[in-house]
Structures are given as C-alpha cells and as structure tokens.
C-alpha cells in the first residue's frame, strides 16, 4: 500500500471524472424526470419526452440536428422552475436514484485515487444542482458543472456557464493553477469524444465505455480503454463511501444560483463528434 501514496513533495495531481456514463450509467440529469413531473416541475407529455432522450443518450444514436432541436426545447422547458423546489426534489431522490447506478468499477478507482493521495473532481456538463450532490455522495474533492442563471429563485434559461469540451479543459486547467496540480502525472475518465480536450490535457487519459470517435481515438494514441458494467449501491461495496467523507467545494463561474436544469441541455452537444467545431 505504501508503494501506492504520493510523495508530497512533489506537486499535487488529481483525477477529473466525466459523469455520465462514466462513473454512473444513465445521465445525471434526465434520471431525474420522473421525480421532476412528480413533483410538478414538468408534464406527462414532457417526462415522457424526456424519457426518450434518456434513451437516445444511452443508445448514441441522435444526429446532430435532433440534439439541437431538443437542446433548444429543454432549455426553454425549465424557464421558470423554482431553485429551492429543485435542490429539494434532488435531495429527496439522490440515493434512490443515483446509488443504484454508480459503477461499481469507477467507485473501485475514486477509493484507489484517494488512497493514493490524489484529489477527485467531478467534471460533467450536467447542472450544477444535480452534479453537486452527486459529487457529494462519491466523496469527490472538486466538482465543475453547467450553471443558469437565476433571478428572484428561478431559472431564467439562459446558461451562465456550460461545461462542456474546451470549457471542460480549462477548468482542468484553472484547477491546475490554483492548486498545484502537475498535470502531467494527473489522470481523467471519460466516454464521449466531445470530451478529448479533457483527456488531452492530463498525463493520463482514459477511455471508458468510449463512443466510437473516442474509441478511434484512444485506439490510435494508445490510451487505455476501460469497460464499467456493474452498477452497485455504494453501500453494498463500500461504506466508506456511503457516507460523504468530505465537503465538495464547487469550480467554475461565479453566479447567484447553480441550476439542475442546466443538466438538460448537456445531451444536445453530447455527441457532436468533432470538438473542434465548438
């Protein structure tokens, strides 16, 4: 085990984590539509609708232009949601809905980095209301995340800050900076290619579950390609990790309010292959 610790004079190093897909199966977000309509955030006609995007995500196969469509629809869907009734909506769901769903692989890699002394960061282009409680649950250090903007408690639909590619990168790199962390020795997790300039900026890249650009990708450079298939409640595997061991401290734009919506609006960009057209 003591082969393993890092050598704290040495710089800081870190390992960033994409969400979805990556260390939980479904997405963050959409998971929550059901308790969303529940609650009175949405109509049958849109949890359903919502449900469909869940499985277009999971299956990888919108194009470009239906992403846009439904981006723009989401985006409008949550104009107006109460921030307070979000925050508690998520709270009152979390571990029935998103413990069941953690890969039990990725759980088993967010031990072995702490373990190893290196911090965890949450980097997703879900919201910030959803990603934060989340991260929280993991026992993650960090977490960068997409934010709207609120005014008078309610979410506008306009986004403030969207994580999400190159944004992803420079919060990597932001991070970097103001902690010290020697990016050549850190490590980052992800399974879309619209998140390569992520896994560019680290000594160590991994593809998990990767799309198929990514898998092109990673096959060419020679990064490691990961397969999570066993989602697991923490508590079954791990009770250390049941339990948050730490605060979470949130990354990115300051703003009034961070927004769950803002999750919504992740999937329209989600599976644009080419990055470089953002």
Same mark, same amino acid.
């Given at each position: ?13 870190? *390992? ?82 998103? /413990? ?5 692989? *990725? ?8 373990? *190893? ?34 005014? /008078? ?9 969207? %994580?999400?590619? =190159? ?5 990597? %790199? ?9 990016? /050549? ?15 560019? %900026?680290?000594?160590? =890249?991994?593809?998990?579950?990767? /799309? ?7 096959? *060419? ?9 066993? =989602? ?11 339990? =948050? ?34």
């Amino acid at each position: 085990m003591l082969g393993i610790v890092e050598n704290h004079s040495l710089p800081r190093t870190a *390992a960033f984590f994409d969400l979805d897909k990556t260390v939980i199966a479904k997405s963050s977000t959409l998971t929550f539509s059901k308790s969303f309509y529940q609650g009175g955030l949405i109509n049958r006609r849109a949890a359903l609708r919502t449900a469909y995007t869940q499985f277009v995500f999971l299956a990888g196969g919108a194009d470009h232009d239906q992403m846009e469509r439904m981006r723009e629809y989401l985006s409008a869907l949550c104009r107006g949601w109460n921030v307070q009734q979000v925050r508690e909506i998520v709270a009152e769901t979390l571990h029935d809905l998103i /413990d069941p769903i953690i890969y039990d692989e *990725a759980a088993s890699l967010i031990e072995e980095h702490h373990a *190893a002394g290196r911090d965890v960061v949450i980097v997703s282009t879900s919201g910030a209301e959803v990603v934060e409680p989340i991260g929280e649950l993991l026992g993650a250090d960090r977490v960068v995340a997409t934010r709207m903007v609120v005014e /008078d408690g309610v979410f506008t639909g306009e986004v403030e800050y969207y %994580a999400y590619g =190159p944004t992803k990168a420079e919060a990597i %790199a932001e991070l970097a900076e103001s902690e010290g962390y020697d990016l /050549d020795r850190c490590y980052a997790y992800s399974d879309s290619a619209t998140d390569l300039p992520m896994l560019e %900026a680290v000594g160590h =890249p991994h593809a998990v579950n990767p /799309d198929r650009a990514l898998r092109r990708e990673a096959a *060419a450079r020679g990064w490691p390609i990961l397969s999570f298939s066993r =989602p697991v409640r923490l508590k079954q595997r791990l009770p250390s990790l049941s339990m =948050p061991p730490r605060p979470v401290l949130v990354v990115g734009a300051t703003v009034a309010a961070a927004a769950a919506a803002a999750g919504l609006v992740w999937y329209a960009h989600r599976r644009r292959t080419p990055y470089a057209q953002i």
